[in-house]
């Protein structure tokens, strides 16, 4: 099987007014226009206010939508939550769940993640799931450990009809908002266990499942990144709030 379609997803993270995030969609698309990114796919993870607006100028674009979380329930008396029906009506494609700031800050456990993940493929949503290791996890020499036994609770049970129902992004937490970056040879090696973790729960379309790299990609190291065989792309954090950032990143895919 050829390598999948490599996804650039922006992950805004909690950033930008919906104002100024529709005047940024718009010279996104202007200058897709004229220099489109042909090697992959484009997607941006927003908050749930910038979604209405942004998947009115996305429309019939190349550029995918996402939301930062869903809820793990169906519907109900659940103040603040965001269901996965609600984010499909809206037309988002995608949806990040278990981000490692959801695990830090809201406690979110792997039984949490994989519940919100069933509740995404219920509604054709498809989910981004997030996993990763701790410095001293790493420290210990625990990483692929820990990441592996995240990925397994998180599809436990998990029925997809093909490899594009479900993207992986491999984050090392120690690597996020820090400055520090996974060298190439660490993304590789933690893409290929990934890839093997996902043969033993789908084996006949494992080697389509997108894995990204989540862990401070940028222009500067992008292509190095990309060129690993078990790195599909990237979950993009600040990088992706700066358009010139975003597109460099899109255009080191080969």
């Not at 993870?45 to 996402?66: C, D, E, I, Q, R």
């Not at 519907?75 to 029906?85: D, H, I, L, M, Q």
């Amino acid at each position: 099987m050829s390598r999948p379609k490599p996804l650039i997803a922006g992950n805004w993270k909690m950033n930008r007014l919906p104002s100024a995030a529709a005047s940024w969609t718009r010279e996104l698309l202007a200058r897709l226009g004229r220099t489109p990114v042909t090697a992959g796919e484009l997607a941006l993870m927003v908050p749930f206010t910038h979604l209405p607006a942004m998947l009115n100028l996305a429309f019939g674009s190349n550029v995918a939508l996402g939301a930062q979380d869903v809820s793990a329930h169906e519907a109900g008396a659940y103040t603040g939550e965001v269901s996965a029906a609600m984010l499909a009506d809206l037309g988002v494609r995608y949806v990040i769940v278990g981000h490692s700031e959801r695990r830090a800050y809201h406690g979110e456990d792997d039984a949490l993640v994989n519940a919100k993940a069933a509740q995404a493929l219920a509604h054709g949503l498809v989910p981004i799931v997030c996993v990763g290791e701790k410095q001293e996890q790493r420290d210990a020499g625990n990483a692929e450990e820990v990441v592996l036994k995240q990925l397994a609770a998180g599809l436990e049970g998990l029925e997809l009809a093909g490899p594009d129902d479900i993207v992986v992004a491999y984050e090392p937490i120690w690597a996020i908002g820090t400055g520090r970056t996974a060298t190439a040879a660490d993304a590789a090696a933690m893409g290929a266990a990934l890839r093997r973790e996902l043969r033993r729960h789908y084996p006949a379309m494992a080697d389509g499942v997108r894995l990204l790299y989540g862990g401070s990609m940028k222009p500067s190291n992008a292509a190095e990144l990309l060129a690993q065989p078990d790195v599909n792309g990237g979950l993009i954090g600040g990088a992706s709030l700066e358009l010139d950032d975003y597109l460099a990143i899109a255009g080191a895919i080969r």
